[in-house]
């Protein structure tokens, strides 16, 4: 298999998984939907609440990718000797 293959199928491994959780996102925002809808709340109401529990789903993320990654440009500081020791 080429590289150039290996990229496509890869990239459309990495789109297909991508989709997935967009569909069960989507899903999960209909049922919250209607379960505020089911205990009165409007949609305007709800609308917000989704959006601010999405907001936090997505600092969320952000946070833990951040936590989880150097800091952008930090092996600039180390010298390479130091990387190659391994610390």
Same mark, same amino acid.
């Given at each position: 298999?080429? /590289?150039?293959?290996? +990229?496509? +199928? &890869? !990239?459309?491994?990495?789109? #297909?998984?991508?989709?997935?959780?967009?569909?069960?996102?989507? #899903? &999960?925002?209909?049922? @919250?939907?209607?379960?505020? #809808? &089911?205990?009165?709340?409007?949609?305007?109401?709800? +609308? +917000?609440?989704? /959006?601010?529990?999405? &907001?936090?789903? @997505?600092?969320?993320?952000?946070?833990?990718?951040?936590? /989880? /990654? #150097? $800091?952008?440009? !930090?092996? @600039?500081?180390? $010298?390479?000797?130091?990387?190659?020791?391994?610390?």
């Amino acid at each position: 298999m080429s /590289s150039e293959q290996h +990229d496509a +199928d &890869a !990239c459309g491994q990495e789109l #297909a998984r991508i989709s997935k959780h967009q569909h069960g996102a989507t #899903a &999960a925002r209909f049922t @919250v939907f209607q379960a505020l #809808a &089911a205990v009165g709340i409007g949609h305007e109401q709800a +609308d +917000d609440i989704v /959006s601010k529990l999405e &907001a936090g789903a @997505v600092a969320g993320a952000h946070t833990w990718i951040s936590e /989880s /990654s #150097a $800091p952008h440009g !930090c092996w @600039v500081h180390i $010298p390479s000797d130091a990387r190659r020791a391994g610390g």
